[in-house]
T-cell receptor, first 112, second 111 residues
Framework: DAGVTQSPTHLIKTRGQQVTLRCSPI?????VSWYQQVLGQGPQFIFQ???????GRGNFPDRFSARQFPNYSSELNVNALLLGDSALYLC???????????FGPGTRLLVL | QQQVKQSPQSLIVQKGGISIINCAYE??????FPWYQQFPGKGPALLIA?????SEKKEGRFTISFNKSAKQFSLHIMDSQPGDSATYFC??????????FGKGTRLHILP
């Protein structure tokens, strides 16, 4: 049984570029959340989506955006990349809101 | 402002010993306190979780102790094994899915 999958696994971008990260939730899960994990720190909440609607947003600038598709997969977009955006981006899925979240392996983004 | 404070930052324990990681929180609206285990190159995996109406929860070698009045909770790993070597995160949330994580404890179990 497949867990949460994320693509790509690694990504290198330069400052000012834009990036799109993808997440496929566990089959049957309708909620997807995104987290940023800077090296040596705990994950920080970015967004949560449920049934294609945004349910929550963390303290991140408007350069960060996301969406959820009818098949419940999700994309995280980051515009005008900064060096400080270098991090592991984690996607987590849950059956519904306020249910246990299961994390994917993450996408490691390096901004040069 | 750090809403969940975790200590120690790193911990070395002999095989068979007890590993203890502590966390403190400020917001009394938190109603769900999970612990996550993360291995290098992997995403965090839920280990065990507790709600504030319970003072202790045990699952196998892992136990959460919860002190509501002190706003503290801790993870105890009994009979620690080398395979337990990982980074552990305490976390908290309040009725929604925005999980707030501590900064993590890097645990190393000596063989």
């Amino acid at each position: 049984d497949a867990g949460v999958t994320q693509s790509p696994t690694h990504l290198i971008k330069t400052r000012g570029q834009q990036v799109t990260l993808r997440c496929s939730p566990i089959s049957g899960h309708k909620s997807v959340s995104w987290y940023q994990q800077v090296l040596g720190q705990g994950p920080q909440f970015i967004f949560q989506y449920y049934e294609k609607e945004e349910r929550g947003r963390g303290n991140f600038p408007d350069r960060f955006s996301a969406r959820q598709f009818p098949n419940y997969s999700s994309e995280l977009n980051v515009n005008a990349l900064l060096l400080g955006d270098s991090a592991l981006y984690l996607c987590a899925s849950s059956l519904a809101v306020q249910e246990t979240q299961y994390f994917g392996p993450g996408t490691r983004l390096l901004v040069l | 402002q750090q809403q969940v404070k975790q200590s120690p930052q790193s911990l070395i324990v002999q095989k068979g010993g007890i590993s203890i990681i502590n966390c403190a929180y400020e917001n009394t609206a938190f109603d769900y306190f999970p612990w996550y285990q993360q291995f290098p190159g992997k995403g965090p995996a839920l280990l065990i979780a507790i709600r504030p109406d319970v003072s202790e929860k045990k699952e196998g070698r892992f136990t959460i102790s919860f002190n509501k009045s002190a706003k503290q909770f801790s993870l105890h790993i009994m009979d620690s094994q080398p395979g337990d070597s990982a980074t552990y995160f305490c976390a908290a949330s309040m009725g929604d899915d925005k999980i707030i994580f501590g900064k993590g404890t890097r645990l190393h179990i000596l063989p």
